[in-house]
């Protein structure tokens, strides 16, 4: 029951690969079927920016439903749902009228919903659903006000309609319909401060399902951010763009922050989406922004470079998940201070976790480390527009990017190597077995894809600068490079992966070689590691992933505001000896304390106040009916 | 062709033989002004040699990422010899990158050593793993906008062409924010190269160890790439520091005699920041690990400084 | 930082000549050429302390300063045993110390030297015959040369570790 959803899925994606290579490659056409939906029938529309996001649909759903297929995480449970997520993941990108957009997007966060409540015995799972469904029904309510302010201005609820209408509209409406519209977007890409449904439902769910939510969900709120900011509204004011710019730093800094601190593998990994969104909106801002200031070729480039990193952050991130899930599932908990050792039991998983951490800690010759020079090169070129106000923020951008990809490593090294590498810390670690081959094949395919977007970025970033600017509405060609270097902005910066990666496996050999020309000692002993002439070896004196985050906690300290948690039980018979230590320091997140609760706290109490209206008593609902009638006769 | 190639094999020769050499020297200056005599600034050689000899003892707890690590660290120094301006301005991989390709370089290496450090299982090496990874993430705004201070000046981030450009007008250097790039560079250079203040390279006491907690583990032939790696990232960064600040030598022609030149004038460039280095290790204790933040603080706000110092003056 | 450099340059090197010939004791049958071969030029040394009363630590210790400087022939002391050519070994090997010392020596690569130094790493010393004691070096790692003395001097110490790995003063 559970494969045959899988495989229809993996038809559909299959399907929307072909359709979005197509899209990319130029085809467009419409489709429209009046009936289906009311208020304005179905209409379905393919363009270059719609053919990308089918193609990430696509492209991660493939290997998302080989791996639930050969997955034994086999319950009826999502089997309906499963299709239904990645069909109507298909239909928003496509989608060229309001309600078909609404109606695909909410069937796509309702299908999810049940997915992410695939264990509802779990307290914990419940409550994730819970913030899910409420995070993304807010996000719906911003989403419809804006699109029905847009459709009742222009008189129209087509989105080709809005392009047309756009620029006779005045400044404050579509200012209004902006930020309502980035509302709802940035609460489904994760944006700070509306993330807090992300690191608890992605989690939750079951890892191929998390892989397509963190891989393709969140990367529609971004499509759909690249919609309102450039296409629907046309080109928009300076603020539109900075404060995608500094959502993006903050989110990103925040996000990883965040990630290093945290225990869970699958949560560390959310967070690690929420950076990644954070970095694609540095380059939408920074894209909004010279599109704004008339540079086109500058605008485009940075556009490519968030639309390859996303492309880049599918890719790793569904490695990564899926990935993680194997994990979780040969050991059987989500815990990091449990795991350890894994690398010798699951050496495929391991290998293929290994090319994801090294891709999304942007390490050459990967993809993960194109899309942020690309990045970079796109941001430091910000003194071509002459206004020192926007220059500080496009500064701030830049460090902040920086910040983010040094913590980004670190966060990795800790992920893969606490997980992977040394002792294990558990019984269940220690049994782990390899995944099974339709799981392992997934991920293999995956890492195969990280590779060929890394060494083929000559290939991809000119097909995506194209696509930018079949949304800008730009059409003029930017030269960037050719088959063997990327070659940007005429000069300002030039890199070749390809190069390097030759001479990086050259390079490998070479020490090889010369060695054994040299005369080296060949072979080598095995014996324990050095202890200082201890007895024993026990997985507890290894590191721990608390005390791998420990600098980082103390530094960022402001941030995290830790409390230290400290209990000791002491021997009955003496003071002076301890029975047993507790010692606990968990990080606080501001966002709870400072945002969410006071919010939840005054919401609450106003509507306990609210609640005297319902007295309960039938003569004061008469009462209420009776005044209700006098006032609109009154009016009439 | 030829010529390129030939050049390109200079670079790897010149990075890969002349960095144990700096390495030396450096200790050699740091015993003098100790008051001892000190060993020969050629006994880096003689260490490595007696190392590839020796059979390595390898951990039961390590995988195939710990004996993996060496050859990656010493690949990642050797392709950065081939981008960084050591002889030429355009050398043979030129091309294929600028400084934010160097700096991941650099990050790659630093990755696999920190999981080389977790690998062992020992206490030693997970600390410095984290020390490690800390640092190297702190430092990493720095190094960024000196690199957008540089290109801001010349216009490029290529290291050819910043090179080029500077050479031809030596008075774009003649500017506070050339000279503030600079020092937030050197505070950079210590931190990635473990230098003191933040690390130092000498010390025996396993807490106050980063760089070399990792290494702890290694022995025989691994040890002696992983010290080669070491000594090529410092000569590595103190060529970027010469070469790219103070780009008079650099030729960009691919004839003997300006070869020879530019190999003299780097080995005077490198002499005085080798000098610099002893004089600052022997007269600075190193910073308590909680402290160097501040000092990557301090450092990248010079590093802002100099941005600004950019649009200030003109 | 300045006063620092002022004195250093005041100061200058207050390095003494090298030690002449000692009386160290080859207990080992290994060739002195094929040492001299290997570690004439560069030699790794990890002292390792196996209840020593901490006498032949105070000289060891000496040897790195400026006045003895045993760094200028080539010799280095380490700090994990994977990176030592030779263990220094001081102290009667007392119990508790005995399974460190030789899991010590275990951790070290091939091919390496032991050198037993004091009268304590010969036979005990003045320990000898003790009942938390289990003999000289000797006991538990095989032993290739002896420095005797309680304690030995730097220079003696010096002087040992040159003529073991056969290097002209």
């Known amino acids: 029951m559970a494969a045959a959803g899988a495989l229809a899925a993996a038809a559909i994606g299959l399907v929307a690969l072909v359709l979005g290579l197509g899209g990319v490659a130029g085809s467009a056409w419409t489709v429209v079927v009046d009936w289906l939906v009311p208020l304005g029938g179905l209409e379905l529309t393919l363009d270059p920016l719609a053919g990308l996001f089918l193609i990430l649909v696509g492209g991660v759903a493939l290997p998302a439903s080989f791996y639930a297929a050969g997955s034994a995480e086999r319950s009826a449970r999502g089997a309906l749902a499963y299709p239904v997520f990645v069909a109507s993941m298909c239909v928003v990108p496509l989608a060229a009228n309001t309600m078909t957009f609404v109606i695909a997007w909410e069937l796509m966060s309702l299908a999810s919903y049940f997915l992410v409540l695939h264990e509802p015995e779990e307290r914990a799972s419940v409550r994730a659903a819970w913030v899910y469904a409420v995070m993304t029904h807010a996000g719906l309510a911003c989403l419809l006000a804006g699109m029905l302010l847009m459709g009742a201005w222009t008189g129209s609820l087509r989105f080709a309609d809005w392009r047309a209408a756009a620029p006779g509209l005045g400044a404050g409406a579509r200012g209004v319909v902006f930020v309502l519209l980035a509302a709802g977007f940035a609460g489904k890409a994760g944006v700070i401060p509306l993330h807090v449904w992300l690191p608890l439902a992605h989690p939750a769910a079951p890892s191929h399902v998390s892989a397509l939510m963190s891989g393709v969900m969140i990367k529609l709120g971004v499509y759909g951010l690249l919609r309102a900011g450039l296409d629907w509204l046309g080109a928009g004011p300076a603020w539109w763009g900075v404060a995608l710019l500094l959502a993006g730093t903050v989110s990103s800094v925040i996000g990883v922050l965040y990630a290093l601190v945290d225990n869970d593998l699958k949560k560390l990994l959310a967070f690690s989406s929420i950076e990644n969104v954070g970095i694609i909106l540095i380059g939408v801002g920074a894209g909004m922004l010279y599109h704004g200031a008339g540079l086109e070729g500058l605008a485009l480039l940075a556009l490519a470079a968030a639309l390859y990193h996303t492309l880049n952050h599918a890719t790793f991130k569904a490695l990564l998940f899926l990935g993680a899930g194997a994990v979780v599932h040969a050991t059987g908990t989500r815990n990091m201070e449990a795991m350890g050792g894994l690398i010798k039991r699951m050496p495929w998983t391991a290998a293929c976790f290994l090319v994801g951490s090294a891709a999304i800690a942007a390490l050459p010759p990967l993809n993960g480390f194109v899309s942020e020079w690309l990045t970079f090169v796109a941001l430091l070129q910000n003194t071509r527009i002459a206004q020192p106000m926007l220059n500080l923020v496009f500064a701030l951008g830049v460090a902040g990017l920086a910040l983010t990809s040094g913590l980004a490593m670190a966060c990795f090294v800790k992920a893969f190597g606490i997980t992977f590498l040394a002792l294990p810390r558990g019984d269940a670690a220690a049994r782990a077995h390899e995944a099974p081959p339709a799981m392992r094949a997934a991920m293999v395919a995956l890492a195969v894809v990280c590779v060929a977007l890394g060494l083929g970025a000559t290939l991809v970033v000119p097909a995506l600068v194209t696509v930018a600017g079949a949304l800008t509405g730009d059409r003029a060609p930017v030269a960037v490079g050719d088959w063997l270097t990327l070659g940007v902005s005429g000069g300002f910066a030039t890199l070749s992966t390809l190069a390097i990666a030759v001479a990086l496996g050259a390079a490998l050999a070479l020490p090889l070689i010369a060695l054994r020309l040299a005369g080296a000692a060949r072979g080598q002993r095995r014996y324990e590691t050095w202890g200082c002439g201890r007895m024993l070896q026990t997985p507890r004196m290894e590191c721990t992933a608390t005390a791998f985050a420990d600098p980082f906690r103390r530094v960022f300290g402001f941030f995290y505001r830790p409390e230290k948690r400290l209990d000791i039980t002491f021997h009955p018979g003496a003071r002076y000896f301890v029975q047993r230590i507790e010692y606990a320091n968990p990080t606080r997140s501001i966002f709870d304390d400072w945002l969410y609760r006071p919010a939840l706290d005054a919401l609450r109490s106003v509507a306990h106040r609210a609640r005297a209206i319902q007295s309960g008593s039938a003569n004061v609902y008469l009462a209420y009916i009776f005044a209700a009638l006098l006032l609109l006769l009154a009016l009439a | 062709m030829i010529a390129t190639l030939l050049i390109a094999l200079g670079q790897v020769l010149v990075a890969g033989a002349g960095a144990p050499l700096l390495v030396g020297v450096v200790r050699t200056l740091k015993a003098r002004l100790a008051g001892r005599r000190g060993p020969s600034p050629w006994q880096p050689y003689a260490d490595l040699r007696k190392l590839l000899g020796k059979e390595p003892v390898v951990s039961t707890t390590t995988s195939w990422v710990f004996r993996a690590t060496p050859y990656v660290l010493v690949a990642t120094m050797l392709v950065t010899a081939l981008v960084v301006p050591i002889l030429v301005a355009r050398p043979a991989l030129g091309f294929a990158g600028n400084i934010i390709l160097l700096m991941y370089l650099f990050m790659l290496g630093t990755f696999f050593l920190a999981l080389a450090g977790l690998d062992s299982g020992s206490a030693f090496g997970g600390m410095g793993s984290s020390r490690e990874v800390a640092i190297a993430a702190l430092a990493e705004p720095t190094i960024i906008l000196a690199v957008f201070a540089l290109a801001l000046r010349a216009e490029t981030i290529n290291l050819g062409?910043?090179?080029?450009?500077?050479?031809?007008?030596?008075?774009?250097?003649?500017?506070?924010?050339?000279?503030?790039?600079?020092?937030?560079?050197?505070?950079?250079?210590?931190?990635?190269?473990?230098?003191?203040?933040?690390?130092?390279p000498a010390t025996h006491l396993e807490l106050t160890m980063i760089h070399e907690a990792m290494v702890l583990e290694y022995s025989g032939r691994y040890l002696a790439l992983v010290e080669w790696a070491s000594a090529m990232r410092l000569f590595v960064f103190m060529t970027l520091l010469a070469n790219l600040f103070f780009p008079w030598g650099v030729t960009s022609l691919a004839e003997p005699v300006p070869l020879l030149l530019g190999l003299l004038a780097l080995a005077g460039k490198l002499a005085v920041l080798a000098a610099a280095l002893a004089v600052l290790e022997t007269t600075v204790a190193k910073l308590r690990l909680f402290r160097v933040p501040e000092l990557l603080a301090g450092s990248f706000a010079l590093a802002l400084l100099s941005v600004t110092a950019v649009f200030l003056v003109p | 930082m300045r006063r620092q450099l002022r004195i250093a340059?005041?100061?200058?090197?207050?390095?003494?000549?090298?030690?002449?010939?000692?009386?160290?004791?080859?207990?080992?049958?290994?060739?002195?050429?094929?040492?001299?071969?290997?570690?004439?030029?560069?030699?790794?040394?990890?002292?390792?302390?196996a209840g020593s009363c901490n006498g032949c630590e105070l000289e060891i210790a000496g040897l790195t300063g400026p006045h003895y400087d045993l760094e200028r022939f080539g010799l280095s002391f380490v700090a994990s045993p994977r990176h030592a050519d030779c263990l220094l070994v001081t102290g009667p090997v007392t119990r508790n110390m005995a399974e460190a010392l030789r899991r010590t020596w275990e951790a070290t690569p091939d091919p390496k030297l032991v050198i037993a130094v004091g009268d304590c790493g010969r036979d005990g010393g003045i320990f000898r015959g003790s009942y938390a004691v289990v003999g000289g070096a000797d006991a538990v790692v095989p032993v290739d040369a002896v420095v005797p003395g309680c304690p030995p001097s730097p220079a003696a110490i010096l002087a040992a570790l040159l003529d073991v790995i056969g290097r002209r003063r």
């Open chain 3, 9 to 49: 340059l005041r100061t200058g090197i207050v390095t003494e000549p090298p030690p002449g010939r000692s009386d160290v004791e080859r207990l080992g049958a290994r060739l002195a050429g094929e040492i001299q071969r290997r570690f004439g030029r560069s030699l790794a040394i990890r002292q390792v302390d």
């Open chain 2, 161 to 200: 062409d910043v090179v080029e450009r500077l050479a031809r007008e030596p008075l774009l250097a003649a500017n506070p924010a050339h000279l503030l790039a600079f020092v937030a560079f050197f505070i950079v250079m210590l931190a990635e190269t473990g230098r003191l203040p933040v690390d130092n």
